[in-house]
C-alpha cells in the first residue's frame, strides 16, 4: 500500500480521500471494477469508479495495490458474550464434547453459571476485536448481561444488540422483559435495540405475545434441531425429558402440535423486523408463512453441523423468496468468529448457492436484515464510507473473483468503518 499527498488547495487532513486497488467491488453480483476507486469525503462515499476518473478529486489517494475493495461482511447472527467460552469451559473441567443438543445446551447452563457474569465484559471485547479483523462491519448480537454493554458502544461496529429474555413463569419473564426492553430503547442508530425471546422452548405463548407487542425487532432461535419440532409438535423427546426436568419447568398440558414456525406465527412473531435463528428444521409451509411474513432466515452453517440438528433447507427458501442472511453463532459451537471462513464452509454445504448469492447474503442480506439500509451492503455514493480490502499472494482474473472470494484464501488488511480506518494500518496525513 503506498499513501501520497496531491498538490491541492489545502484543507483538514482527510477531508477527503480516494482509496484505490485492482479491484473494486460496489455490490455482490456486480462486475468488479478493475483499477477501481472510492472517493470518501466527509465520512462519505462521494464516488465510485475508475481510478483514471477520479484521480483528481481528492486530497490524498491511498493505493492498496494488489487488492480488492469491497463492502464489509454483516454478521447477523452471533453471541459475543461466548467468544471466551472454550477456555472457560476448560476451566470448568468441561472438556468432553456433548453428544446430543439438549446436552449441548445442558453443558453451555452448567459453565455459565459456574463462571457468572465477571468475565463476561472481556469475552465481548475480545468477539470484537475478532469480529473487525475478520472484515466484520456489523452485528447482530444477542446479550443476556448487561454490563457486558458498554464494549460494543464503545466500538466502532454497526448493527443491533438483541436483549434476551427467557422464562415460562411471569416470576421470571416480566422483569426481564421489562429489563430488555428497557435496554433496547435506549439505544439508536449506528447499535440500535431489539429483544430475543431465546427460542420456541423457552418463552410460553403469553410472553411471546407480549415481547411482540413491545413493536420492537425480534431475534429468535427456530427450527433449529429435531428435538425442538418434536417437543413442539408432540410435547415430548430430550427437550421435555432432559432439559424441562433439569430446568424443573412444568410441561405443558397440551403439545402444541404445531412446526415451531407455525407455532411463531400463531403468536404474531413473523414480521419484516423478526429474525429467525437457524431455520434448519422447515417444510415447504414453513418456507412459505416465513416468506410471506418477511422475516429473515439467519444460516449459522458451521454451528449446525457441530451440533448435528441438520443442513438448511437452502432450495425452499430459494422458490419461495424468503430473505437470508448469514451469522456464525458462538464460540461455545464454532471455531471463530470470522464470516469469511462462514461463507467458505457455505459453500460445501449450501451448494445450490452461487459466490454472487453467498456474498450478496453475508453483505447485502445481513445489512437489510439489521435494518442498515446501504449503510453497509453496497458501496455507492452517498453511502456511508464502510468498506474492507483483501488481498492474497495472487489475486485471480475478474471472472474468477466471487468464486476466489468464497474460499477464504485471503486476508483483510483494512477495514474502514464511518470513514475511518479500523484495524490500524499506517496511514499518515
Known amino acids: 500500500m503506498s499513501t501520497q499527498s496531491l498538490p491541492l488547495s489545502p484543507v483538514t487532513c482527510h477531508s477527503s480521500q480516494l482509496l484505490r486497488a485492482r479491484y473494486l467491488l460496489p455490490r455482490a453480483g456486480e462486475p468488479a471494477i478493475e483499477d477501481g476507486a472510492l472517493l470518501i469525503v466527509g465520512g462519505r462515499i462521494a464516488a465510485v469508479g475508475r481510478y483514471s476518473a477520479l484521480q483528481d478529486r481528492a486530497v490524498q489517494v491511498i493505493d492498496y495495490g494488489d487488492a480488492v475493495i469491497l463492502p464489509p461482511l454483516v454478521n447477523a447472527h452471533c453471541h459475543l458474550e461466548l467468544t471466551d467460552f472454550p477456555q472457560w469451559a476448560t476451566e470448568c473441567g468441561e472438556t468432553i464434547e456433548p453428544e446430543s443438543f439438549v446436552g449441548w445446551i445442558r453443558r453451555l447452563i452448567r ?7 465477571d468475565p463476561v465484559p472481556a469475552s465481548v471485547t475480545a468477539g470484537i476485536r475478532q469480529l473487525l479483523t ?76 407480549r415481547a411482540v407487542s413491545a413493536g420492537l425487532p425480534l431475534a429468535i432461535h427456530c427450527a433449529e434441531s429435531p428435538e425442538e419440532s418434536l417437543f413442539l409438535r408432540e410435547g415430548r423427546g430430550p427437550i421435555a425429558e432432559e432439559l424441562y426436568a433439569a430446568a424443573d419447568w412444568p410441561l405443558p398440558e397440551h403439545a402444541p402440535g404445531l412446526s415451531p414456525v407455525a407455532w411463531l406465527a400463531a403468536q404474531g412473531a413473523l414480521s419484516p423486523q423478526t429474525l429467525l435463528i ?25 454451528s449446525n453441523v457441530r451440533l448435528g440438528v441438520g443442513t438448511a433447507p437452502i432450495g425452499l427458501y430459494q422458490a419461495t423468496g424468503v430473505h437470508l442472511a448469514l451469522g456464525t453463532d458462538s464460540r461455545a459451537s464454532n471455531d471463530s468468529l470470522s464470516l469469511w ?63 476466489w472470494l468464497c474460499c477464504a484464501d485471503h486476508q483483510v488488511v483494512a477495514l474502514w468503518l464511518a470513514g475511518i480506518e479500523r484495524l490500524g494500518q499506517d496511514v499518515p496525513c
Open 111 to 117: 459453565v455459565r453459571r459456574a463462571l457468572g457474569g
Open 134 to 209: 475478520a472484515g466484520t462491519g456489523a452485528v447482530g448480537d444477542i446479550l443476556t448481561t448487561p454490563a457486558a454493554l458498554a464494549p460494543l458502544l464503545a466500538s466502532p461496529l454497526y448493527g443491533r444488540i438483541f436483549f434476551e429474555t427467557i422464562g415460562l413463569d411471569a416470576e421470571r419473564f416480566v422483569p426481564s422483559l421489562a429489563a430488555a426492553l428497557a435496554s433496547a430503547r435506549s439505544l439508536a442508530y449506528p447499535l440500535s435495540g431489539g429483544v430475543s425471546p431465546h427460542s420456541t422452548y423457552t418463552v410460553s405463548s403469553r410472553h411471546l405475545k
Open 278 to 302: 437457524h431455520g434448519v428444521q422447515v417444510d415447504a409451509a414453513d418456507a412459505a408463512v416465513i416468506a410471506a411474513s418477511g422475516a429473515t432466515v439467519v444460516l449459522c452453517p458451521r
Open 341 to 403: 471462513e462462514e461463507i467458505a464452509f457455505a459453500r460445501s454445504v449450501y451448494p445450490e448457492l452461487a459466490p454472487e448469492e453467498l456474498l450478496a447474503i453475508a453483505t447485502c442480506g445481513g445489512a437489510r436484515a439489521l435494518g442498515l439500509g446501504q449503510e453497509m451492503g453496497v458501496l455507492t455514493a452517498g453511502s456511508g464510507a464502510n468498506l474492507q480490502v483483501l488481498t492474497a499472494t495472487n489475486l485471480p482474473p475478474q471472472t474468477e473473483l466471487a468464486a
